[in-house]
């Protein structure tokens, strides 16, 4: 049998056991037999076919039962085949499904209109989360004239959310009129959308030694509140600069909690950048720049158009799109890119 496969049962039975020595108490432990368990399961079913089939084919065969032979023979062959493919289909399965997201929308290039679509943007995410059962827990906010948003970062809690927020990472360019044009041109910008998967606690370690914690007054919506207490939090971490802060809450300890896992969520992302192996996996577009030129996705207003450029594939549904209809471009960027 493949070494591969001889480790994912080993893997499995060392686990067990190390559960078994907690009296079954060990919830990391748990977590990680539940998720090895369905892989442990078809290459304990391969084991069976192969040895079966082997079985088979040193016992000698009379030449009457010759044709029943190959008959179970190739059936055996075939059973393997489909279980192999279960295999690699579960082995390429990317550990991040089913966890939660961390995502960030900012308005680039383009002004006023460069916000008004981060803000369209946040509005389509919103509708798709609505549609899907996913929760959306706004971590910062920050709005702009006329409905626009310089900057928005919130979570997607839910087993469909690494499905749907997977390869909205990159820079979204807008073609349209502004409802600040009084000429009728058309006019180009874009909001950037960065993805990350959110790490769960054993992956992150973060002392509190490293952390330099400011506390100040909140600005905007929440009428007196917010000039009379230092609610505010802001969190820089000291080894990689890396600084979040969080004032949408009234409370000082949530406005904390909220900041951690923004900088959890960064500090994780970070790991992986540094994994050669781990990039691979996360499979998603960094956004480098919020040049206009720099897209992966592009709306046109005036041709009611959608267009994917990783994948060259155009939709011609806009209004539907933005409302949150989202699906068959998101499964064709799963059939090309997942």
Known sequence: MDEKYLKILKSYKFLEEEFAKSNYRDIEIQKKLKKLKPLYQEVSTLKDLRRELEALESSPVEEELKELYEEERENLKAKILETEGRIEKILKKSPFEGRNIIVEIRAGTGGVEASLFAGDLFRMYQKVANKNNIKIDILSFHPTQMHGIKEVIFEAKGEKAFYYFRFEGGVHRVQR?????????????AASVAVYPEPEDVEVEIKNEDLKIDTFRASGKGGQHVNKTDSAVRIIHIPT????SCQDERSQHQNKQKALLMLRTKLYDKILSQSKENIKEIVRSQVRTQDRSEKIRTYNFPQNRVTDHRINYTIYNLDEFLDGEVDELVEELWKKLG
């Open 177 to 189: 009129i502004p409802v600040t044009e009084s000429g009728g041109r058309i006019h180009t910008s």
């Open 241 to 244: 600069g890396i600084v979040v």
